[in-house]
């Protein structure tokens, strides 16, 4: 029905009760009456607090055309609060990587958050501690952050930055794919890494060691069209061995050291790129 009718023509349509019973799937018609309850109950009182954006609003995120292009699906709507926009492609980079970060680690999120920030950029990451919630902290001081979360705006996780959540509610923006009451979950926590990584322009990669969630944020970007691009760290640092690794193992990931690298690496095409490596592999490099 979404995918018929959109959004909202199919949020009206279940909470008037104008659809047939025998249309709908049995697990869905066994449920309609509490889906019109919550349809003129707990949503109408969400947002009086909070906003609801949907595909045909003129803020809906464009990069998330791209979930629903490669991946199949993508949220029928985002519950959005505080004053700051959408991330928009062209605006915005995703910062993430290990929960637990160095010192190098986070010292040098924060020097990149902060300059991105400066410059005009907008971070966006989802709060754990460790490189997401640095990330946050020091964009949230340029008002420029904003908080993708696994869980509902009643919910928020982890408890540990509550605080900066409030923050933003206030100066930047919480963004989730969920009703405000959802809790945070593992499918909810692999969706929302699909998200992070189609919302931005590009994800950078700060500490991540092999196969951690931050390199699969990473290769989302990457499926999506997106840039990828991570910090080198010590050579000794188990927690840079996923990084490293993606250095090697893919040419479209970009090794940068300052915000001015990831804002460079921002202008360029990275399709382009790509036709470029395959034309250079195709001719053995001449």
Not at 20 to 27: G, V, Y
Not at 195 to 202: D, E, I, K, N, Q
């Amino acid at each position: 029905m979404v995918a018929e009718h959109g959004p909202q023509a199919a949020y009206e349509r279940l909470s008037h009760g104008d659809v047939a019973r025998e249309t709908l799937r049995p697990e869905v018609r066994h449920r309609l009456r509490p889906i019109r309850e919550q349809a003129t109950d707990g949503v109408a009182e969400a947002m009086t607090w909070c906003r609801v954006v949907i595909p045909e609003d003129p803020d809906w995120p464009a990069g998330i055309s791209d979930l629903t292009r490669v991946v199949g699906s993508s949220p029928v709507c985002l519950w959005a609060l505080g004053p700051a926009p959408t991330p928009q492609p062209a605006t915005t980079v995703t910062v993430t990587g290990t929960d637990v970060a160095t010192p190098y680690g986070v010292w040098t999120t924060d020097e990149i958050a902060t300059e991105l920030a400066v410059a005009g950029r907008t971070v966006v990451s989802t709060g754990i501690r460790g490189i997401d919630g640095t990330a946050l902290r020091a964009a949230a001081a340029c008002d420029a952050a904003v908080a993708v979360l696994p869980c509902g705006l009643r919910q928020l996780y982890p408890q540990a930055s509550v605080d900066m959540y409030r923050r933003l509610a206030v100066t930047g923006l919480l963004l989730s794919a969920w009703p405000p009451d959802a809790q945070a979950s593992t499918r909810r926590w692999s969706a929302n890494r699909s998200l992070l990584a189609t919302v931005s322009g590009g994800t950078v990669v700060v500490e991540a060691a092999h196969g951690a969630v931050a390199i699969g944020t990473l290769q989302r970007a990457l499926r999506f069209g997106r840039r990828g691009m991570v910090v080198p760290g010590p050579v000794t640092s188990t927690v840079s061995g996923g990084c490293h690794q993606l250095l090697r193992a893919d040419p479209r990931v970009r090794a940068v050291t300052s915000a001015a690298d990831i804002i460079a690496d921002l202008a360029t095409d990275p399709i382009a790129d790509r036709i470029t490596t395959h034309a250079a592999m195709s001719t053995g490099g001449a």
